[in-house]
Nanobody, 111 residues
């Protein structure tokens, strides 16, 4: 059974940084694409970034230049480094691989 477990969310001031982690259990982690999505209150879930098994990355326009996705296939973990955070980045952030989803971690950007 595959499990994805996110961590690293919290409250941060505008302009601050957070690093989210997604630990994968029970899968051949390095084989598949990993992605981060987010869902803000009252809005649809949206793709933030993904990374392929060979390290190719893609970002939503709203986070380009501020967020960085990476993965460590030895540790079975994906990361999302978030810098220059804005209030509009406030959302629950979800890790995804194939049809599997984590339960999410809340990021709140507020002064």
């Amino acid at each position: 059974q595959v499990q994805l477990v996110e961590s690293g969310g919290g409250l941060v001031q505008p302009g601050g940084s957070l690093r989210l982690s997604c630990a994968g259990f029970g899968s051949i982690f390095g084989v598949y694409e990993m992605a981060w999505y987010r869902q803000a209150p009252g809005k649809q879930r949206e793709l933030v970034a993904f990374i392929t098994s060979d390290g190719t990355t893609h970002y939503a326009d709203s986070v380009k230049g501020r967020f960085t996705i990476s993965r460590d296939n030895v540790k079975n973990t994906a990361y999302l480094q978030m810098n220059s955070l804005k209030p509009e980045d406030t959302a629950v952030y979800y890790c995804n691989s194939m049809s599997y989803w984590g339960k999410g971690t809340l990021v709140t950007v507020s002064s």
